[in-house]
């Protein structure tokens, strides 16, 4: 088993900056790669960014990086993304997840692709 802990959310005022992180531990050796989803009430989990376990490729949705980068600390087997320029549409209830293996050449990018989740920490953008 993968556990994974977010942690870095909370209330910004749009046009701010978070970080927001995610520590995974247990059988890590399983991992290939981290991803970030982010999740609005009444919307399906969307797909932020993933970067594989070394830390070598990183991967974005069709639409692009934005103000959004996904990073890796290979020593603290964390995954940080970024987020900058922040908008009240930004807000979610943002999920770190971890995946053993994919199919999309494009990289893992759907949430089939991951096999364990984190709990999920809250973004709020004040406006």
């Known amino acids: 088993q993968v556990q994974l802990a977010e942690s870095g959310g909370g209330l910004v005022q749009a046009g701010g900056s978070l970080r927001l992180s995610c520590a995974a531990s247990g059988r890590t050796f399983s991992i290939y790669a981290m991803g970030w989803f982010r999740q609005a009430p009444g919307k399906e989990r969307e797909f932020v960014a993933a970067i594989s376990w070394g830390g070598t490729t990183s991967y974005y949705p069709d639409s692009g990086k934005g103000r959004f980068t996904i990073s890796r600390d290979n020593a603290k087997n964390t995954v940080y993304l970024q987020m900058s320029s922040l908008k009240p549409e930004d807000a979610a209830v943002y999920y770190c997840?971890?995946?053993?293996?994919?199919?999309?050449?494009?990289?893992?990018?759907?949430?089939?692709?991951?096999?364990?989740w984190g709990q999920g920490t809250q973004v709020t953008v004040s406006s």
């Open positions: 997840a971890a995946s053993r293996s994919w199919a999309d050449a494009l990289g893992p990018r759907s949430v089939s692709d991951y096999d364990y």
